[in-house]
């Protein structure tokens, strides 16, 4: 099967289909309480940082603002990824962006040492900095990577990383690479002893391959449901043992 998305709002000749209206309550927190910044220069402050995003990476979860919508804290995964992370263990964010979710985590006392952030487009992290005016204080790790490239920086994590948290980036890719994808993620945890591989991403109810179109080039993704993704985990997952799957799959009104 194989799907235009057009039809479901998303933008295609430019990532920028919609009016910031409001700040999603994590968001909001994180930029007046973490990065001091008064609620009456909050939408100027935002709608200026977010121009410097480049237009290669003509992503839904930008153009609608997806990452001011903090995931981790929705995540079943959250009280367990905190406690680790202050007893000494670390994290890596793949596919962080502009690192929304390590300052969560860092708001919420965790020591930014230990978080790692990684993302194909360098940019992202100095849009980060901006964002949240964080540069002199903030300790994360970025690494510029592409999961598909042999020699890339995350092989540099291996033995390194205890916990990897990824989210709208499964998404982004066919079945064929979707499947490539999940064995580098184990490589990475394969020596801590307690992995843990947390995370979200988009499905539909009904799974295949989707079209997603911008600026006259058609993208093919699979989506899935939690019957696709289980049968994706167990067929990456070979020749990695001990691996437990939990699927939870909420409407997007309840995401």
């Known amino acids: 099967m ?3 998305l057009k039809p479901f709002g998303y933008p295609v000749d430019s990532i920028w289909d919609a009016e910031l209206l409001e700040v999603p309550e994590h968001a909001r927190r994180l930029l007046e309480e973490y990065s001091s910044i008064a609620p009456t220069e909050l939408m100027v402050h935002i709608n200026k940082v977010v121009t410097h995003i480049p237009a290669q990476y003509p992503y839904p979860c930008l153009g609608h603002y997806r990452f001011l919508d903090i995931q981790t804290v929705r995540s079943p995964a959250y009280s367990e990824i905190l406690t680790r992370l202050t007893q000494g263990e ?6 962080c962006c502009i690192g929304q979710e390590l300052r969560q985590l860092t708001f919420s006392d965790a020591p930014s040492s230990s978080l790692y952030g990684a993302d194909i487009c360098a940019e992202f992290f100095n849009i980060g900095y901006n964002l949240f005016r964080d540069r002199d204080t903030f300790s994360a790790t970025f690494l510029q990577a592409d ?5 890339s920086a995350l092989t540099m994590l291996a033995g390194k990383i205890d916990m990897i948290w990824t989210a709208s980036v499964i ?3 066919d079945w064929e690479k979707q499947q490539a994808a999940l064995p580098v993620m184990f490589r990475i945890l394969d020596t801590a002893p307690a992995p843990l591989l947390a995370g979200r991403f988009m499905g539909f ?3 295949g391959d989707y079209i997603f ?8 993704f699979y989506r899935h449901n939690d019957i696709s993704f289980r049968k994706l985990f ?3 997952s070979q020749g990695y043992e001990g691996w437990e799957l939990e699927v939870e799959a909420p409407t ?3 995401t």
């Open 2 to 4: 194989t799907t235009d």
């Open 90 to 95: 670390t994290l890596l964010d793949l596919g």
């Open 147 to 151: 999961l598909f490239e042999p020699t």
């Open 171 to 173: 998404h982004l890719w």
């Open 205 to 207: 109810s009904e799974p």
């Open 213 to 220: 179109e911008s600026k006259g080039k058609e993208e093919s």
């Open 234 to 236: 167990t067929e990456a």
């Open 252 to 254: 997007w009104e309840e």
